[in-house]
């Protein structure tokens, strides 16, 4: 099984708003990803856990906040975003950091109003 | 500078035909290698992966991809497209050396006419 799941599949939220997106694997993969992907573009990543430890932060704006509470979970908490914050989220996970394979969730659509 | 390009953005071709996907890449180290399928919505689905080994790779959905060194290409085919295979594709390298990063090309998006 190469699932990762993703929660809500749709989000709508004001700039004032806090929301909090959810990722789940259960492959034992020690290396989850979170990547934003705008229209008619490719993936670009924003955090990387590895051992439920905080690995890469691609220079990402405060207003968003992740978590890795343990090794199957990966959340993204959002605080103020922006109208330029719409787009799809994309969670992503694999066995290590650096492996190779990322194996990637149907993602999140955040639409901020 | 590492990069990964996809020299065409849009491909038409006719149900039956064959398919070719272009993916060039500029990387220091020797890299992984990836094709990715994206629907409209929806996630990335792996296709297929280079590591080493025979350059020949085999994937599923009936797709594979070669890799030459030489050219640095890694290049999608398929020899029958289906209706179903509209979607855009998105190769992408990483490598051990830079941790868990993919560098992704802009994509190629698909359109199959019957």
């Known amino acids: 099984d190469t699932e990762v799941t993703q929660t809500p599949k749709h989000l709508v939220m004001g700039m004032t708003n806090k929301k909090s997106l959810k990722c789940e694997q259960h492959?034992?993969?020690?290396?989850m990803y979170w990547y934003k992907q705008k229209a008619k573009k490719p993936p670009e990543l924003m955090f990387v856990?590895?051992?439920?430890?905080?690995?890469i932060n691609e220079s990402v704006p405060s207003r968003f906040s992740p978590e890795c509470p343990n090794s199957s979970l990966l959340n993204l908490h959002l605080h103020a975003l922006q109208p330029e914050d719409s787009a799809l989220y994309l969670c992503a996970s694999s066995q290590r950091e650096g492996d190779g394979t990322q194996y990637f969730g149907p993602g999140t659509r955040l639409l901020v109003l | 500078a590492q990069s990964v390009t996809q020299p065409d953005i849009h491909i038409t071709v006719s149900e039956g035909a064959s398919l070719e996907l272009r993916c060039n890449y500029s990387y220091g180290a020797t890299p992984y290698l990836f094709w990715y399928v994206q629907s409209p919505g929806q996630g990335l689905q792996l296709l297929l992966k280079?590591?080493?080994?025979?350059?020949l790779v085999q994937g599923i959905k009936g797709f594979e991809a070669e890799f030459k060194r030489s050219q640095s290409s890694f290049n999608l085919r398929k020899p029958s497209v289906h209706w179903s295979d509209a979607a855009e594709y998105f190769c992408a390298v990483g490598s051990p050396s830079n941790t868990g990063k993919l560098i992704f090309g802009q994509g190629t998006t698909l359109q199959v006419k019957p």
């Open positions: 856990y590895s051992y439920e430890k905080l690995s």
């Open positions: 280079y590591f080493s080994g025979d350059t």
């Open positions: 492959m034992g993969h020690r290396a």
